[in-house]
């Protein structure tokens, strides 16, 4: 506040407003980051993108979808070779699902599954099946929930993908494949919240 013009003040903004997402002031976030987006020419690489992530990140939380849409996808226009891309991808399938955009979400989902392997490929697998299901296309969720397991491994996300194909299942008026979902969670992740 008292040396805007330093030019230590955009890695100050980006760490404050990281910090500030961390604490759920998402608004206050958005404040600190914003001025930065207009100024995205004047700074490095690695800070306009951590920028525009956050910021995509704090709208999505503020419930600010399509502002959320804007910052991701002008981090994909910016920077198509970063090496922090699925990130994006993945804010971009999160702004169109919470927008009810399913199937754009789903397709922007399914880059991060397939060009990615880490634990927001992971997620974003599981999303894709969270997609479907608020469809109401209950087999095709089961199944790519279960994809969430079998392409990842043990993820964070590997109990929350058996509670909801049981549902789907449920769903489906398959009982026992629910039961046996329900019970692998169970068995195997008894301490989760899922479970």
Known sequence: AEFPASELAPTVRVALGTSLVARKEERRAIAVLEPLADRLDELDQTLAE???????????????????LAAYREHRRRFPASQRWF???F?????LESSGDFDAAIAAYRTVVEGHRGPT?????FQIGECLFAQRRFEDAARELLKTDL???ETEWTPAALYESAR???ELGRFDEARAQLATLRANHGTSHWA
């Not at 490929?121 to 697998?125: F, H, L, M």
């Open 50 to 68: 951590a920028a525009l992530l956050k910021l995509g990140e704090a709208r999505a939380l503020d419930g600010r979808h399509a502002e959320a």
């Open 87 to 89: 990130h994006a991808a």
């Open 91 to 95: 804010g971009i399938g999160w702004a």
């Open 121 to 125: 490929a992971a997620r974003a697998q």
């Open 151 to 153: 392409l990842f491994g």
């Open 168 to 170: 789907a299942f449920t």
